[in-house]
C-alpha cells in the first residue's frame, strides 16, 4: 500500500516493530525510499530471535510441547534476519545502510506473577485460557520457574533485543 505522502516529502520515515509483517518488504522499503526527501533518514526496528529475547524466548520454551503456539509467540521475532532488513533497503537504493543491535530490559515490578499474567494479554492468551486445568498448571510451573530465576529484589527482568536499521536516501 503506498503511503499517503507526495514524494520526495518526508525527512524521516520509522517503522518500528512492523516491517517484518508486510507482505511486500521490498516494497516497502521502495516506498519509504520515494517519500523521502535527499538526505532524509529511514529509521526501522524489528526484534532479534526470540532465543535473544529473555521474557519472550522463556514463554517460548515453556511451551515446548505446544508447537503451534510456541511458534506462534515466536513469530514477530523470527521473521527478519538483519542481512534480509539490510538487502530491502541497499536494493532500494537506499546509501549509508547500517544495522546496530539494541537491548533493553523488559521490567515488572510487580515480580514473577505479574510477568505470568501479562503472558495472558499476549496473542497467545486465548490459545493459554482454553488449556485444561491440568496443562495450564503445567504452563505456568515450567514458566515460573525461567520468572524466579530473572526476578530480583521482587523484580522480574527481561532483556529484549532489537535489530535497528538507518538508512540515508543521497538522490
Known amino acids: 500500500t503506498p503511503l499517503e505522502l507526495d514524494s520526495e516529502s518526508a525527512d524521516v520515515v520509522y517503522c518500528q516493530q512492523g516491517f517484518q509483517f508486510f507482505p511486500d ?16 533518514t529511514a529509521v526501522v526496528s524489528t526484534w532479534c530471535p526470540v532465543d535473544r529475547c529473555v521474557y519472550f524466548g522463556a514463554i517460548h ?48 515490578t510487580g515480580g514473577a506473577q505479574q ?16 488449556f485444561s486445568d491440568v496443562k495450564k498448571t503445567a504452563f505456568r510451573e515450567t514458566l515460573l520457574t525461567t520468572l524466579n530465576e530473572l526476578t530480583h529484589d521482587g523484580v522480574t527482568t527481561g532483556r529484549l533485543e532489537s ?3 538507518t ?5
Do not use: Y
Open 163 to 165: 535489530i535497528v536499521l
Open 167 to 171: 538508512a540515508r536516501r543521497t538522490s
Open 61 to 108: 520454551d515453556a511451551l515446548c510441547d505446544e508447537h503451534e503456539i510456541a511458534d506462534r509467540i515466536a513469530v514477530p521475532f523470527n521473521h527478519m534476519p538483519a542481512a534480509e532488513l539490510e538487502a530491502h533497503f541497499a536494493s532500494a537504493g537506499f546509501a549509508d545502510v547500517a544495522i546496530e543491535t539494541h537491548s533493553a530490559d523488559m521490567v515488572f
Open 25 to 40: 518488504r521490498q516494497s516497502a522499503a521502495a516506498e519509504m525510499f520515494r517519500v523521502l526527501r535527499p538526505g532524509g
Open 115 to 130: 510477568a505470568l499474567a501479562t503472558v495472558f494479554a499476549t496473542p497467545i492468551g486465548p490459545q493459554l485460557r482454553a
